[in-house]
């Protein structure tokens, strides 16, 4: 009995040892892909795939390849975090920039759609130091609860601003009626958009 004790042992030893050898050998190989990547660029930048794009003014070379979501790019090649992954199907909101002054779902637009065109983010209307106009309305109106949602609705009422300079209440249940808010603050956020039209003096009833 204690003979089998033993030899069990033995074998559970050498399984163990097994396991951290081929833990450590997934490791160094890892380690050296990624040293490679840093060498000598990642695949997408060895083939010669690189798409410019103006994002916030300025103009940037990103290694992807053509049908890479715009979303990604900008979260993680740029490291602008304001858009976020919500849905994945252009059904949320949660992910909306500007493209030539139009809202869209980054989540489902290859960058090589937008490579001729002026993007805009959240990060590109105002700074902590000078906030737009409708970034302060929301802070001011308490619009955000979680704040998931709280990109998409800014970036689709600059659209509507900028396209409809006197928005009616209406008009901004509109243009906001294909963004979520599973907090429901819905009513405060249709008052912060009305509140940065109004503070410019181009809300109408």
Do not use: W
């Not at 802070?139 to 006197?166: F, H, T, V, W």
């Not at 009513?187 to 940065?196: E, M």
């Amino acid at each position: 009995m204690r003979g089998d004790a033993r030899e069990l042992g033995a074998r559970q030893g050498v399984v163990v040892v097994k396991v951290h050898e081929s833990l450590d050998a997934a490791l160094v190989t890892a380690q050296n892909e990624r040293t490679e990547e840093k060498n000598t660029g990642s695949p997408c930048e060895r083939a010669g795939m690189a798409t410019n794009l103006t994002v916030n003014g300025v103009s940037r070379s990103v290694p992807a390849e053509p049908d890479a979501p715009l979303l990604y790019v900008l979260r993680n090649d740029f490291e602008l975090n304001g858009a976020k992954f919500g849905c994945g199907l252009a059904q949320c909101g949660a992910c909306t920039v500007l493209v030539d002054g139009k809202a869209v779902r980054s989540c489902v637009t290859p960058i090589s759609a937008v490579a001729r065109s002026e993007i805009t983010t959240i990060e590109g209307l105002g700074s902590p130091s000078k906030l737009h106009p409708l970034q302060q309305a929301f802070i001011d109106e308490q619009a955000a609860q979680c704040g998931y949602c709280i990109n998409g609705m800014i970036m689709s009422a600059k659209e509507l601003l900028d396209r409809n300079p006197r928005p009616s209440e209406q008009d901004v249940r509109a243009a906001l009626a294909g963004n979520l808010c599973r907090c429901g603050t819905h009513h405060r956020i249709i008052r912060a958009v009305l509140r940065a039209a109004q503070a410019s003096g181009r809300t109408r009833t």
